[in-house]
């Protein structure tokens, strides 16, 4: 099993919406468009993913397997979206490389939110690896201390936040055989959402079996992608 790493690398960028975001010295990317970390998030997970699965296929009690925990943002907007609308949730983020618990308690995410909620981030960095935990009534939360390359899935999903770096820094993560994986982690109608669009990586998608749809993208980004599981009866 693998062992929490004390030392990583990363320096801290205020985006164009105010927010954190970091830089990671061993991948040279950050972990989010410097146009905007909450705003990118907002766009691609959750409003493209989290509620298109909620009001299009009016899912109510949602598992989401998230790849690259991070910083805990989607995670975090996420929870607030399900207590919003009253869903419930289960969250599976996988993480090889975690950001220290110094810099995560740094981070500006919470900043407009109540102490309880500053409360539940500082949580969800904060528990164990590999334990799940209900962090509210309605949110039960497992990070899985993993390289997504070894990860085995014991369950299914409704929906997969794809969030690795991009295919010029990890080209191994977003190969046919890691998406092969992904569709077989979800159920059917299940939907990947990812910041990424580009030709070879939909190429992947669809000869894993994913229906691809390319969406307007975050800032300036032209597009982002849905790859969605629909199995012929
Ligand atoms: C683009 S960042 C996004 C993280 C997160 N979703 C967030 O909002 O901060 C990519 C994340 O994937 C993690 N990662 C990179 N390679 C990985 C691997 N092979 N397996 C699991 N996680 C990985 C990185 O450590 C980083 O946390």
């Known amino acids: 099993m693998m062992k929490e790493k004390d030392s ?14 970091l830089f990671s010295e061993r991948f040279k990317a950050t972990y989010h468009s410097t146009q905007g ?20 296929l009016g899912q109510q009690h949602i598992s989401i397997l998230e790849v690259g925990f991070g910083t805990g943002l989607n995670a975090f907007l996420s ?16 993480e090889a490389y975690p950001v220290p618990l110094s810099a995560a308690s740094e981070l500006n995410y919470t900043r407009e939110f109540t ?20 962090i509210s009534d309605s949110f039960s939360f497992i990070k899985h201390l993993t390289l997504l390359e070894e990860f085995k899935p014991s369950r299914q999903f409704q929906l997969i936040y794809f969030d690795a770096f991009s295919p010029s820094e990890q080209p191994h993560l977003w190969t046919k055989d890691i998406f092969e994986n992904m569709h077989q982690s979800l159920n059917t109608n299940g939907v990947l959402v990812t910041y990424c669009a580009q030709g070879q990586m939909k190429r992947n998608m669809k000869q894993a079996g994913f229906k691809v749809t390319a969406l307007p993208g975050f800032g300036s980004k032209r597009e982002m992608t849905r790859a969605e599981r629909f199995d012929s009866i």
Do not use: M
């Open 79 to 94: 929870y607030v979206y399900a207590k919003e609308k009253g869903l419930k949730i289960e969250y599976h983020s996988v």
């Open 8 to 21: 990583h690398p990363i320096s801290f960028l205020v985006t164009d919406d105010r927010s954190h975001t």
């Open 37 to 56: 970390a909450v705003s990118e998030s907002k766009h691609v997970f959750i409003q493209n993913g989290l509620h298109y699965v909620h009001e299009q």
């Open 115 to 134: 102490e309880a909620e500053r409360c539940l981030f500082n949580q969800l960095h904060q528990q164990e690896w590999n334990k799940a935990e209900p």
